[in-house]
């Protein structure tokens, strides 16, 4: 700067780099804070710039308004420029916290692995939910039974052939032979006739257990739901369209059913009954029939003004067959990666 040189020639010039210095000091600045540091030493009082106002009077009085214009516009060309980087500066530090804080809401996460009911539960369940539907109400009972509910109630003597058809476990409990893990839901019927008075309509859900050995279509543990209805004046009939109302509604419309004789101590006469795929290949589901008037009579039902038709059927192997599973053991053995399927 050639300062104290009296011609408003120098002035000019001091007044041009005092403005590139300014200019350059205002490039430099950073960001908001630095900028906002150097504003005193380039457009306060002090700075340069103000200072060659001072210098103003020492020129000729002619080029002193050329001069003090020439000085205003510098003074404002930094002013602007310093305000334009202080926008720019703001802009980008706004950016940079924006960028910051940015939630991003489209992100994915896996969603933590949830547990399955198992497909027993599920079919138990979906059983439930068909038979509600139909009107029915579901009931329990004990899994470690008397012998008296589990075979005497229901018609089967001691020593009566019938019982070998179920090898039964018993429990260590009470006199010899008396307590047992039940074969079927059927005593299930006897403990809802005895505590309730008819008409009846229950199912009963439940775990059963024989000495079975374990085989694609056996397991010592496994589950059957039991039907009980007693009214008056129920038939085979009845019996026969509330099993083809369960087929159409569990299986699907191109199911139908059938009743074929059979025998069960409990029931007078006795059915089993399949259900016909779409493909026409019957399946054996379970054993029904009317329940026996000696059956009646020992729960404490008339037989002259009630009657009734009971069914059992077991869990698994429809879970077999809707799910097209080969082997019941498939459903014990706790594989997830098989269970997860269903
Ligand atoms: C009975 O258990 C009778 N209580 C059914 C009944 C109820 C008849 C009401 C009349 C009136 P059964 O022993 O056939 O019947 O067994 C019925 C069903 O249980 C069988 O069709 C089969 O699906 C299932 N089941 C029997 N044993 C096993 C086993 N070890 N593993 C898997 N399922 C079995």
Redesign the pocket.
């Known amino acids: 700067m050639s300062a104290g040189v009296p011609d408003a020639v120098a002035l000019a010039a001091d007044a041009r780099s005092c403005t590139e210095a300014a200019l350059a000091a205002i490039a430099d600045a950073a960001d908001v804070a630095a900028l906002a540091a150097v504003r005193p030493e380039l457009l306060g009082k002090g700075s340069p710039l103000s200072g060659l106002r001072r210098r103003l009077g020492s020129l000729a009085p002619a080029a002193r308004p050329a001069a003090g214009r020439a000085l205003s516009e510098a003074l404002a060309a930094v002013e602007a420029r310093y305000t334009e980087r202080l926008d720019e500066l703001r802009a980008a530090e706004r950016r940079a916290q924006l960028e910051a804080e940015r939630l991003d809401l489209t992100e994915l996460h896996e969603p933590p692995p949830v547990g399955r009911l198992h497909v027993i539960t599920q079919t138990q369940r979906r059983l439930e939910d068909v038979f509600c539907a139909m009107g029915y109400t579901v009931a329990e009972g004990p899994e470690i039974e008397t012998e008296w509910h589990n075979f005497g109630a229901l018609n089967f003597p001691p020593g009566h052939p019938a019982r070998d058809?179920?090898d039964t476990l018993y429990v260590d409990h009470g006199s010899p032979g008396s307590t047992l893990l039940r074969t079927?839901?059927?005593p299930v019927q006897v403990r809802v006739m005895q505590t309730r008075p008819p008409p009846l309509y229950v199912v009963a859900p439940g775990r059963c257990y024989?000495q079975?050995t374990a085989d694609a279509?056996?397991?010592?543990v496994?589950h059957?739901i039991?039907g009980l209805v007693v009214d008056e004046g129920i038939t085979l009939g009845d019996l026969a369209g509330a099993i083809e109302t369960f087929t159409t509604a569990y299986f699907g419309p191109g199911f139908t059913s059938r009743l074929r004789p059979s025998y069960?101590p409990?029931?007078e006469p006795?059915a089993e009954f399949d259900v016909q795929r779409p493909d026409g290949t019957w399946l054996?589901?379970?054993?029904?029939?009317m329940v026996h008037p000696s059956v009646l009579e020992v729960c404490g039902v008339d037989p002259e003004r009630w009657s009734g038709f009971?069914?059992?059927?077991?869990i698994?192997?429809l879970a077999m067959l809707r799910y097209g599973i080969d082997d019941?053991r498939d459903l014990w053995t706790n594989d997830v990666s098989f269970l997860e399927q269903f």
């Open positions: 058809m179920y079927h839901t059927s024989r079975d279509t056996h397991m010592p496994f059957q039991e069960f409990f029931t006795s054996e589901l379970g054993g029904s029939g009971a069914f059992g059927f077991g698994d192997r019941l």
